[in-house]
């Protein structure tokens, strides 16, 4: 092998290893601050969904809730919307789903946010995100790293950050031990 050929496969070789080292890091990272919501009272916190209404923690107050964070250009958000309708359809009456998207966050076009919401059919309110929500839970210069879903319990602590795509059953577990 000539030296010339050692050398591409050398750097090849190590920017593949960084790669992977940087993905590492990042993912920890992001775990890290999603974990850092956990067990602290839910975020003070006022956003308005789709439809006008008012959404704060205040009225979360009470209720077990879920919060679901997705955007746009997600493929484990799309890969998990048939899971969130279902467990949408069958939640229990003391529980309160509110969906989050951070595309606004992510300065996504009208039109693209427009077409998420209407393919991802989610029955439960849905509101923007903004910069103090994010920073609230998982900071918004990580608004990308979706889908998370946060598991609140009737005294509004923070029980559960679930990073990634879930199933209906791991949030109906959660919720379960969010009692």
Request: charge should be positive.
């Amino acid at each position: 092998m000539s030296r010339r050929t050692c050398i591409a496969v050398a750097v090849f070789a190590l920017l593949g290893i960084a790669y992977f080292v940087g993905k590492a890091w990042v993912r920890a990272h992001v775990d890290e601050l999603i974990q850092h919501s956990v067990g602290k009272p839910l975020p003070t916190f006022t956003l308005v969904d789709q439809a006008g209404e008012p959404w704060s923690h205040d009225r979360l107050r009470g209720k077990r809730a879920v919060l679901h964070f997705f955007r746009s250009r997600c493929h484990s958000c799309d890969e998990e919307a048939a899971a969130i309708r279902e467990l949408e359809a069958n939640l229990p009456a003391d529980v309160q789903m509110l969906h989050v998207m951070t595309d606004a966050l992510l300065q996504f076009p009208p039109a693209e946010t427009a077409a998420t919401v209407a393919s991802k059919g989610f029955a439960r309110p849905l509101a923007m995100a903004d910069v103090a929500f994010a920073d609230a839970f998982h900071k918004s210069k990580w608004s990308q790293v979706t889908p998370i879903t946060y598991v609140v319990d009737a005294q509004g602590v923070v029980r559960f950050g679930l990073r990634g795509a879930q199933t209906r059953a791991a949030i109906e577990q959660a919720l379960v031990a969010a009692r």
